[in-house]
């Protein structure tokens, strides 16, 4: 069992219950390797996903450095190309994703009232395999090779050799067939290919954990339309990845198979079809947008309501558009496809369908300026991220219906007319949601206060950043320029915006900047964030901060949507918010309770198992990528006995270990009631 | 810090920002879909400024609602404990705010499906061209008459031109935005692209439109574009009845040297010249464009240089990998000389 604030005891060694002895602590290196904490985890999520953020946007750099000019020399077109495939896959792969689970591992089981998610190591074992799976994607800089198409020549010079160009260079949508082996030779993306195998087992996997937990883990009286928008966002895209993720799956083994073994699902030479590629892929591909902007719009949905200082206007409204924008997102893939030479049948209702996408994004928007409308609205940083989010959401979202006008879209498609609208959707929309969270989650996470200034500078340089790169974009596009070219030349006429493009690339780098510097600095020396420093609504902020490892010293009812906000304030005759009168004890009371904890509580203990199964897993894929190199094979077994070995000793050990007396038990945590503490319960 | 004054000069610096990107933005370029050069790229253009139009209403409306509703209800004063009225929602103004945008959608639903069926399928009677997309250049040819061209598409000017398209080896996406949005080319299958120009201009004898491939089709998908060449009815079957002819024979000289090294450095193995290499297999077997009259054309590789530009050719000839990079065309170490005679004969390859 996992111990809280006190040390482990003097570790006597106990049987082990299975192949290793269980971990010990929970702190320092280890502890977090074997951490089975869904805070722990989320955290680990959220650091791991802002890593590779900085990697896809040092991409984005590169790329608009080469495209600043025309008939630019800075990266060959390998490198280009391999930059903005690699751009793609790890912004929305590495970044988005990642950073929604972190929100979802840390915050799910707090909003909810739980202790932690329903199979804590396999939420662990999500972590893992997302991680080495993201390693191994990203080692293809350092194994990958890439090359001509069979027959075709390179030109002559070292630098073609950069390892940036042996990175997998296909488009992140990998349209069959020029990702066959034929046209994209060496191993690059195979690595692309199996990676996102890899990490979409991850996914998958904490898919599920994340329904069952939702279903089945929360506190009494927590009915589901009691549950924050943000619990209901991760419910629905639970389901769009547990629905949407088998597609890729099955479509990336199909990929792999032609690469590795010689089929011909995509290769129309050999009787395959390269367009069943492309359903596959947007029958995935669309899902995934709502996958990757959901849970932003729930991070929205509970930052506006806190700051406008009102409930969230029309809760249910705002809930049942997010499950009918899931519903329609799968029926809507093949707009993706306009110019593929789909039927014409297919084209007007593919259209139409996509159209209707817009009545429930329409429904949010709404409902999200009607809780701000009569609301007392703090400009705090969460706040103007979330505004901002409504703000670039509704440009993305008009720009997407321009894209349903079919014949319109004939002439949008593959231009930066879409890379604008995608981006006003993915960084307007989702990347907004993500910082509105981290800011608005900071004094949770760290107990501290972020820095104001900076965080508003933040958002001003990011804002500023972001209309500058992706708003000319829009009109970069449909006076033609097409997407993924690695030069583009005079007569294009488009040097003046192309520049000012590219300068909104550095502002939105330097607004990065600027975050990280807030977030390192307030982490170390940030104010003290005190309890509950927003007058917040929801149950999640009824804890100490920064969060007890056990979350809920006695586990909360519920007798309301925003039940903290009921147990703070009653409403005046008026049906205006006034505080009660003992809100003082009240907040005072919840403080003093979650720190003091009256009785013991089992954590899931720490486990080295979830850590070793996505090692092992890494060392089969670099097997799959090897194969027809031969030693491939070994590096597959040798992946699959660590892998395999590992679950064994998992099922065979406990999820809670009682007791050989080299752990403690959760106890009362804070250092200065530590003396309160029942002295003999710690014994025992 | 969102107060009044600051607020106004937000929105005037949006406001200038987007008045200076419709100046600034229309700057003639030759991939421009908004200049549109055709009818079917006419009436694109007209749906998507409908469109636009309508957008830009409801994005005033929104955006100015959010910032109205920001500077009305921001808090003046955080500690007076006055709190806002704590409204859960409004059934009425969800029905409204639903049923609008419905309304509105299925307004513009009615003009899309009606081009899309209008803009699909050919006509029976219009002329018919095969497009094979190949990395990295675009081959036609015309089924009726027999001729096989690469890079420039000669199109009757003011009529409907059907391309019936497929693709070699990967996916590509012909795109002439000044006649028509996009269509991809698919290996093993066919699609199918309409093209209209206007009629030609009083005096003119033919206009160029530029073409770009605009599917990511593997590393030198920067440089594959070509041209559509709109000429008269007159001109296209002059153009038709010179294109039969067999290539000009070559007149000695640097021209004859040329020739022999079309042989010598095995650009035959590729490249159909009628006349001279016919028992090579012909286009459906060679993998590089036919030169029988190379030098009818102006735009070469990809339709990424010309033949107008002195330096052009013998940059390409010098080294073709450099310029696209996977080129099937290698580095033939060429001499400065050879490369002279080669671009002799080319030229002469009228």
């Known amino acids: 069992m996992a111990t809280t604030a006190i040390p482990p005891q003097e570790e006597t060694p106990s049987a082990p219950t299975t192949i290793f002895r269980r971990p010990a602590s929970t702190e320092g290196f280890w502890g977090w390797v074997t951490t089975t904490d869904h805070k722990k985890i989320g955290i680990m999520y959220g650091y791991s996903a802002f890593f590779f953020f900085l990697l896809g946007g040092i991409e984005a ?132 290919a199996v990676g996102l195998q890899v990490i979409g087992i991850a996914s998958l996997i904490s898919s599920i954990n994340f329904i069952v937990t939702i279903l089945n883990l929360r506190a009494k009286g927590m009915k589901l339309l009691r549950m924050p928008v943000f619990v209901w966002m991760t419910f629905v895209v639970a389901f769009l990845l547990l629905f949407s993720l088998p597609i890729i799956a099955v479509a990336l083994f199909m990929v792999t198979f032609d690469r590795q073994f010689g089929t011909v699902f995509f290769d129309a030479t050999g009787g395959g079809d390269p367009v069943l590629w492309q359903h596959l892929f947007w029958l995935f591909g669309h899902p995934e947008v709502y996958i990757l902007v959901l849970p932003s719009m729930g991070l929205v949905s509970e930052v506006l309501p806190t700051f406008s200082r009102k409930p969230l206007f029309g809760y249910a409204a705002v809930v049942f558009a997010g499950a009918a924008i899931a519903f329609l997102g799968f029926g809507v893939w093949a707009h993706h496809m306009y110019a593929s030479g789909i039927s014409t049948v297919a084209q007007a209702a593919f259209g139409l369908a996509t159209m209707t996408i817009a009545v429930p994004t329409g429904i949010k928007i709404f409902n999200w300026m009607g809780t701000m409308w009569g609301g007392k609205i703090r400009f705090k940083t969460p706040m103007l991220f979330a505004i901002g989010f409504v703000s670039l959401f509704v440009i993305g979202g008009l720009s997407g219906v321009t894209h349903s006008i079919v014949p319109s879209n004939w002439q949008q498609t593959d231009t930066y007319y879409i890379v604008g609208h995608f981006h006003y959707v993915l960084f307007g929309g989702a990347v907004f949601g993500l910082f509105a969270g981290l800011y608005y989650y900071f004094p949770m996470l760290t107990g501290k206060m972020y820095n104001e200034r900076l965080g508003k500078l933040h958002f001003w340089l990011m ?13 970069l596009g449909l006076q033609g320029m097409p997407r993924r070219t690695w030069v583009w030349f005079e007569e294009q006429g488009l040097a003046f915006w192309n520049a000012v493009v590219t300068v909104g690339a550095f502002v939105i780098a330097a607004s990065a900047l600027v975050f990280m510097i807030n977030w390192m600095l307030s982490k170390r020396r940030g104010v003290d964030a005190g309890f509950d420093p927003w007058d917040a609504r929801t149950l999640e902020w009824m804890l100490p901060l920064p969060v007890p490892e056990y979350n809920y010293a006695k586990l909360p009812t519920v007798t309301a949507l925003d039940e903290f906000w009921h147990r703070k304030y009653t409403e005046d005759e008026d049906g205006r918010a006034v505080r009660r009168d003992d809100y003082d004890e009240i907040v005072a009371q919840l403080e003093h309770e979650g720190r003091n904890p009256e009785e013991e509580i089992e954590l899931p203990s720490p486990s080295y198992f979830p850590f070793l199964v996505g090692f092992g897993i890494m060392f089969v894929a670099y097997g799959v990528v090897y194969l027809s190199a031969g030693f491939g094979i070994w590096l597959m077994l040798l992946g699959a006995v660590i892998a395999l070995g590992s679950f064994v000793g998992w099922s065979v050990e406990p999820l809670e270990e009682h007791h050989g007396g080299h752990d403690g038990h959760a106890e009362a945590a804070d250092h200065e009631e530590i003396e309160d503490a029942d002295a003999e319960e710690v014994e025992a | ?125 219009s002329m018919n061209v095969d497009v094979i997309g190949h990395q990295w250049w675009f081959e036609y040819y015309y089924p009726d008459h027999d001729v096989w061209t690469a890079n420039e598409l000669v199109i009757p000017a003011g009529q409907e031109i059907c391309l019936t398209m497929t693709s070699d080896d990967v996916i590509h996406n012909f795109w002439a935005p000044k006649l028509n949005g996009k269509r991809y080319l698919i290996p093993g299958e066919d699609t199918t692209l309409l093209l209209e120009t206007y009629d030609l201009d009083e005096g003119a004898e033919s206009e160029e439109f530029w073409v770009h491939c605009a599917e ?61 290499n016919d028992d090579s297999g012909g286009n459906e077997v060679l993998i590089g464009p036919e030169l029988t009259h190379f030098a009818s054309r102006n735009a070469f590789a990809g339709g990424t240089l010309e033949l107008a530009n002195a330096g052009d050719l013998a940059k390409w000839l010098s080294d073709p990998p450099t310029w696209k990079p996977g080129s099937f065309m290698p580095n033939l170490d060429l001499t400065e000389t050879e490369i002279e005679a080669l671009e002799a004969y080319l030229r002469s390859l009228k």
């Open chain 1, 463 to 475: 804002f500023l950043g972001m209309n500058l790169t992706f708003g000319p974009m829009h009109w």
């Open chain 2, 1 to 125: 810090m969102l107060r009044g004054p600051r607020l106004k000069l937000i929105l005037l610096g949006a406001i200038a920002l987007v008045l200076s990107s419709c100046s600034l933005g229309v700057q003639d370029g030759v991939l421009d879909s908004f200049d549109a050069q055709g009818p079917i790229a006419a009436d694109l253009a007209w749906l998507f400024w409908l469109v636009f139009w309508i957008a830009a209403a409801v994005f005033v409306l929104v955006q100015g609602g959010l910032a109205f509703t920001l500077f009305r209800f921001r808090s003046k004063n955080d500690d007076d404990g006055v709190e806002p009225k704590q409204t859960e929602g409004n059934p009425v103004l969800e029905v409204v705010w639903t049923v609008i945008p419905v309304v509105i959608l299925a307004a513009i639903a009615v003009p899309t499906v009606e081009r899309v069926f209008r803009y699909t399928e050919c006509a029976p009677d």
């Open chain 1, 61 to 192: 750099l590169l790329i608009r450095v080469q495209l600043a000019v025309p008939d630019n020399t800075f990266l060959s077109a390998a490198e280009y190309n391999a930059a903005f495939t690699m751009h793609a896959t790890i912004m929305v792969f590495l970044f988005v994703m990642p950073m929604a689970a972190a929100f979802f591992n840390y915050l799910l089981p707090l909003m909810i009232g739980a202790r932690d998610v329903a199979f804590p190591r396999m939420n662990a074992v999500s972590y893992w395999i997302f991680l080495f799976g993201a390693i191994f994607a990203s080692s293809s800089f350092l194994f990958g090779t890439s090359g001509a198409p069979v027959g075709g020549y390179l030109p002559d010079g070292a630098e073609w050799a950069s390892r940036l160009g042996s990175m997998p260079n296909g488009g992140w949508f990998g349209y069959a067939p020029n990702s066959l082996e034929a046209f994209s030779t060496g191993t690059a993306m195979d690595y692309w």
């Open chain 2, 216 to 276: 990511f089709c593997g590393l030198s998908h920067a440089r594959m574009r070509a041209r559509v060449i709109a000429v008269s009815d007159d001109g296209f079957d002059q153009w038709i009845a010179g294109q039969k002819e067999p290539s000009v024979a070559a007149s000695g000289g640097l021209e004859g040297d040329g020739l022999q090294l079309f042989a010598d450095k095995g650009c035959n193995a590729c490249h159909l010249i009628r006349g001279v």
